[in-house]
């Protein structure tokens, strides 16, 4: 049975004061969330421990944005896996197209950090997703497959079980454009058919949709058979907007 995860990744947005407002009107929803649903915080890491604290025993899972490839040393701001899972949280946010874009971020290096994170058995949540001038081109299928088969070619055996995906059209990231449910499910079939490919458990892999999610088209997006959930940017920001998608699916 595959897992229903719904992210909020809050990207580099915070403070003290919002953590406390918005976990506590996160909390206050989620008795009225299918328990087998799971509920994702993503904050920037310096409040990864006040979102900790704030959620308690609410059952709310936490991740972060980002992580290193490196175990430890002398690589200055990083974080390593290891510390991620020594401080609790669950979820590591790996390949988000703003990191590829503005960090310059490769596909051997998000293979690093996949590989990484599993080992200290961080679910890795592996973002993919074309760009506009790709999805004209034809070309939309090709990246995202290429980008999957890329960033998880050294995942073998119960590892697996710690892989989810989330297919990101870049040009629907905060711009308001959302690809169509049929789009969406599309491409996440897609994913899934190259998932058999590779040998892995493909109908155990969760596949997340993101791209300008929102209250109004959450439930059609969720509803499509290959669709488990989502990873929410702006909208995770409103502790109303959030709780009405996590409760959409």
């Known amino acids: 049975m595959r897992r229903k995860i719904v992210a909020g ?28 649903v799971e509920v994702v915080i993503i904050p920037p890491a310096l409040y990864l421990r006040d979102v900790q604290q704030e959620a308690g025993d609410s059952g709310l899972k936490l991740g972060v944005q ?5 175990e430890s040393g002398a690589y200055t701001g990083e974080i390593s896996p290891a510390m991620v899972a020594d401080v609790g949280a669950e ?6 197209s703003e990191r590829r874009a503005l960090f310059s971020e490769t596909d051997e290096t998000i ?12 679910t890795a949540l592996l973002c993919v997703g074309e760009t506009l001038d790709e999805r004209d081109a034809g070309q939309a ?23 989810v995906i989330a297919y990101e ?8 454009k959302t690809a169509t449910a049929d789009d969406a499910q599309q491409m996440h079939k897609t994913i899934r058919s190259l998932l058999e490919k590779l040998d892995a458990p493909a109908d155990t892999i969760s596949l997340l949709y993101g791209g300008s999610v929102k209250a109004d088209n959450a439930a ?15 909208a995770s920001l409103k502790a109303d907007d959030f709780a009405r998608i996590f409760k959409a699916i």
């Open 66 to 70: 980002n992580v290193s490839q490196y």
């Open 220 to 234: 059609q997006m969720f509803s499509q058979p290959d669709i488990d959930g989502g990873l929410i940017g702006g």
């Open 91 to 96: 979820f590591a946010l790996i390949g988000h």
């Open 141 to 163: 299928e090709t990246v995202v497959c290429g980008q999957v088969e890329r960033a998880l070619a050294g995942v073998s055996g119960d590892s697996w079980k710690q892989v």
């Open 9 to 36: 990744n809050w990207k580099m947005n915070g403070s003290s004061e919002l953590v406390t407002k918005l976990i506590g009107g996160v909390k206050s929803e989620l008795s009225a969330v299918d328990k087998g």
């Open 111 to 122: 293979a690093a950090k996949v590989q990484c994170a599993l080992t200290h058995k961080l």
């Open 169 to 176: 059209p870049v040009w629907a990231i905060g711009t308001g």
